[in-house]
């Protein structure tokens, strides 16, 4: 049984593209296979703690910083559960607007919580950074509203999908697949322009099969 990870990054509910696209992508997979596992993580309705001094004490110890005092070890439980979650999952599915040229700065606050030494990733002074994670797949849907690929530097620069990308190769996760839809304001006809990238969500779920 596959289980998927769906983390949402948009807090527009509803209204959201990357969420709507991510979700069509999400029910064609239940179609294809009942069995699948959905669990859905919106990262405006949970509550990240702050990585904070004690966090990061914890997080230094592993690299021979320090020593794991109490408030740290309780951090780093917590910090734990959180990515232990995340690693359950078989396939993520991450639905992510631009913010000005980045992530939303809650996604970024998750990312930093889970991406841990001896969690998600390892480190030997010979041959630097490994990601942990085995055979797990990806797909991403990026969206936006003034820059898209092609576009003149005065819409921006993209550090939304080559962050994110970077990361999930940091940490091991070299299966993946994105979908865009980031019309601007000279894009004739953004309706359409969703419409197909809606299709091809639904696509990429049967194609897998």
Do not use: C
């Not at 030997?124 to 797990?136: H, S």
């Not at 921006?156 to 839809?181: A, C, E, K, M």
């Not at 601007?184 to 419409?195: G, H, I, Q, S």
């Amino acid at each position: 049984m596959t289980k998927f990870l769906h983390i949402a990054s948009s807090p527009r509910g509803d209204s959201s593209k990357s969420s709507a696209l991510a979700q069509a992508f999400v029910k064609a997979e239940q179609l294809k296979n009942p069995d699948a596992e959905i669990d859905m993580l919106n990262i405006w309705d949970y509550p990240l703690p702050d990585f904070d001094g004690d966090s990061a004490a914890a997080k230094m110890t592993f690299f021979g910083v320090g020593e794991m005092y109490n408030k740290a070890q309780s951090a780093w439980d917590e910090i734990v559960q959180i990515t232990e979650r995340f690693k359950s999952a078989d396939h993520y599915v991450l639905s992510v607007p631009m913010w000005n040229g980045g992530i939303p700065y809650r996604l970024k606050q998750y990312i930093d919580i889970i991406t841990q030494p001896g969690l998600l990733f390892g480190f030997a002074p010979e041959t630097g950074y490994q990601g942990l994670l085995k055979n797990k797949k990806a797909t991403v849907f990026y969206t936006s509203g003034v820059w898209a690929l092609g576009t003149a530097a005065q819409f921006g620069t993209d550090f939304h999908s080559s962050y994110l990308g970077w990361w999930l190769d940091f940490i091991g996760v070299n299966d993946t697949q994105s979908i865009r839809f980031q019309p601007t304001l000279l894009t004739a006809d953004p309706e359409k322009d969703f419409a197909e990238a809606l299709s091809k969500a639904q696509g990429i779920a049967v194609k897998a099969a």
